[in-house]
């Protein structure tokens, strides 16, 4: 069965700090999301990685995959207050539309 | 172009009754995947449709069900409700299955 970990589940980071949030999956996956949620909103979607290698990056925030560690991060660079939110990663099986989530990781960035 | 539109946005029901939450993809896209978000179980995979077509479902009771219209228009049901069905039920929809668009989702409580 398809289990994804994150962590950490809880951050607290100063702004203007660097940080990495890891999502770890134990069996192969051809996709890998990362979304944001705010209290009491949806999904945002932030970052789609499909291949080994792949980066991505969107303004302070950059996603990676590791497919043959089957690891991704999420790396956050000088954070800033608008930044804080849960943030979650989801992985989809090989040939599959089931996404399973991490089970989050509570940003909080702190003036 | 118009997201994902969920309706109703919060709902109040008792245990026993039955609900039915409905779903309007973006335009063009096939594919509806429902999820159920709560504090202690986190996001979890309901079933997904496609083309009026149930292709995967996840590991909930009977009691929850769903269906597709030609229209790409998603319902899902939960009859005899529990407690512990209280939630926030999201829908994405996706073009390719390679992205997904959430919707603000539906806050079900019962009483």
């Known amino acids: 069965e398809l289990k994804v970990e994150q962590n950490p589940l809880f951050l607290s980071m100063q702004e203007g700090k660097n940080y990495t949030i890891y999502c770890n999956y134990s069996?192969?996956?051809?996709?890998l999301y990362w979304y944001r949620q705010d209290p009491g909103k949806s999904l945002e979607s932030l970052f789609v990685?499909?291949?080994?290698?792949a980066v991505k990056q969107e303004g302070r925030l950059m996603a990676s995959l590791d497919t043959k560690a089957r690891l991704s991060t999420l790396h956050i660079t000088a954070a800033v207050h608008d930044l804080s939110a849960t943030y979650f990663c989801a992985v989809v099986l090989d040939n599959n539309n089931d996404m399973r989530f991490g089970a989050g990781t509570r940003l909080t960035v702190k003036p | 172009k118009a997201g994902v539109t969920q309706t109703p946005r919060y709902l109040i029901k008792t245990r026993g009754q039955q609900v039915t939450l409905s779903c309007s993809p973006i335009?063009?896209?096939?594919?509806v995947s429902w999820y159920q978000q709560t504090p202690g179980q986190g996001l979890q995979f309901l079933f997904e449709y496609f083309s009026e077509t149930q292709r995967n479902k996840g590991n909930f009771p009977g009691r929850f069900s769903g269906r597709q219209f030609s229209n790409s228009r998603s319902e899902m049901n939960v009859s005899t409700l529990e407690l512990g069905d209280s939630a926030l039920y999201l829908c994405a929809s996706s073009l390719t299955g390679r992205g997904y668009t959430f919707g603000s989702g539906t806050r079900l409580t019962v009483v």
């Open positions: 335009s063009g896209h096939r594919s």
């Open positions: 990685l499909l291949s080994n290698g």
């Open positions: 069996t192969t996956s051809d996709r």
